[in-house]
């Protein structure tokens, strides 16, 4: 609903579906649902809650965290200026709003965006209070409710922004461990980082009449591949239609099927003792006040330089380096559900004398080996194949090495149909708990959700020139400066290149590439990162799984804590 005239803002408002004039006070008897047409129309986070939970049963959870610019992120306005202003018109300090409640006197925990705040874009603090109150969940042992509604990642905050759907999945896998049910309801819009992570690998997936869910945006779409959208594309009813979501829900029943799914899944509850929380690790330093690097640091090159090397055409692919710095590849195609994405390619190969499993996407070196790969952007099915790849590699013992070099996901028509969001929802959840050694290389372009589904590791480790971020230049600059001429600026705001998420511990570890560029010398390149595969994996093949699984579950969980902790460095 827009407002009409602002004196009339408090009494009447203007329905977007079908442009009735409606009285405001009968619109929220209805629940903001048009009583003409039946558009449902956003909710703030206060008011959802309010029409959700029992009344008297709710108990707001803290939200104010020690606040920072975690990048010092100035587009056109510094960050810090749009959070205010975000905080001053919504009256929230963030864009989710947490709760315990009951709801037809089943106890739960819920989490609720709020599109309003930045477009309930994901950010750290947002992060780390969606996990915090799954990790409420888990100490109460009761239910997990997140009601979604976001735009995706939040761009200021770069690459942490896109560690935080790692930490808030690996919280949404203890609960699956626990036995302890998690439902999303996806509410309109939910959209990129956020839909391809919590709020699609929970349990059950709820979309509210008339929300549209997906990876890419119908906007990035329609630009893609330049045709017009299909009828109803990312809807609610096309997405119950394709298998995506289990029921879809007008806004009037939504407490009482909640209510339902709570009682139905109640009797099931298991009632082990709570399993003790762990204690995230120590906070990152802000990367302005991180020291410099030590005596041996390559120069310095301008973001937009290193975003053009990694892309270069001439730069090994990960079939380049599975003939150079690996024996014996035998590949393994297919997801077994009907698709071998040529943008992914894995199987089997030799690491010195290891057995390992590879896991890389696969650009090409000329137009039309570029065409035939899709450019390295992966569909649900190259996730999928990927997911089935990583699943054999724990059961057989063999440990794990992914090669990252993907502009993003494939934002297309048939990708979105088929699951994108979910399909790397699930990888990123399955990689959080997958009991064998993760070693992940960004080898060139690691773009987006895209490259966090097989990114999420014991060891992340970098090539000298690759770029990683969670969102491209471009894309940022289109949407945060007046034009995308502004993506060298944008490149350079986004802290993408390896030694600044180095110092943000996004990375762990950069393998140089000879002086000018590794398309100059792929021999040295895959010379170097031969030797830096092999010294970061040995010592991970001595750690048990469990306590494997356990310390990689801390390293993705602390940068939720980034945030946090930034401020503290700065004082
Ligand atoms: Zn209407």
Known sequence: MTATAPREEQLWSRCAGCASLLYRKRLRRNLDVCPECGEHARLGAPERLRQLVDPGSLGLMPDQLPETDPIDFVDVLPYPHRLSAARASTGLSEAVVCATATIGGHPAVLAVMDFRFLGGSLGCAVGELITRAAERALDDRVPLILITASGGARMQEGALSLMQMATVSQAIAALREAGLLTVSVLTDPTYGGVAASFATNTDLVLAESGARMGFAGPRVIRQVTGRALPEGFQSADVLLRHGQVDMVVQRRSLRGRLAALLAATRAARPTRPPVP??????????????????????????????????????????????????????????????????????????????????????????TAELVARNFGMASPAGHRKALRLMRLAARLGLPVITLVDTPGADPGVSAEEQGQAAAIAENILTLTVLPTPVLAVITGEGGSGGALALAVADRVLMLENAVYSVISPEGCAAILWPDRSAAPQAARALRLT?????????????????????????????????AALLSNLLPLLDVPPAMLVRLRRQRFRRFGMARAGARAGAR
Do not use: N
């Not at 150079?324 to 590849?329: E, L, R």
């Not at 002086?515 to 100059?520: E, K, L, N, R």
């Open 498 to 530: 390896a030694p600044d998420l180095c110092r943000l511990g996004v990375v762990d570890e950069v393998v140089p590439e000879p002086s000018t560029a590794a398309h100059d010398d792929p021999a040295e390149t895959a010379h170097r990162l031969r």
């Open 277 to 366: 929380r762990q204690e995230p690790a120590p906070r990152r330093e802000r990367l302005a006040d991180a020291a410099p690097a030590g005596g041996d640091t390559p120069a310095v090159r301008d973001a937009w330089d290193t975003v053009r090397l990694a892309r270069h055409p001439g730069r090994p692919t990960t079939l380049d380096y599975l003939d150079s710095v690996f024996d014996g590849f035998l590949e393994l195609h297919g997801d077994r559900l009907g698709g071998d994405c040529p943008a992914v390619v894995g199987g089997v190969a030799r690491l010195a004398d290891r057995h390992v499993m590879v896991i890389g996407h696969q650009k090409g070196h000329t």
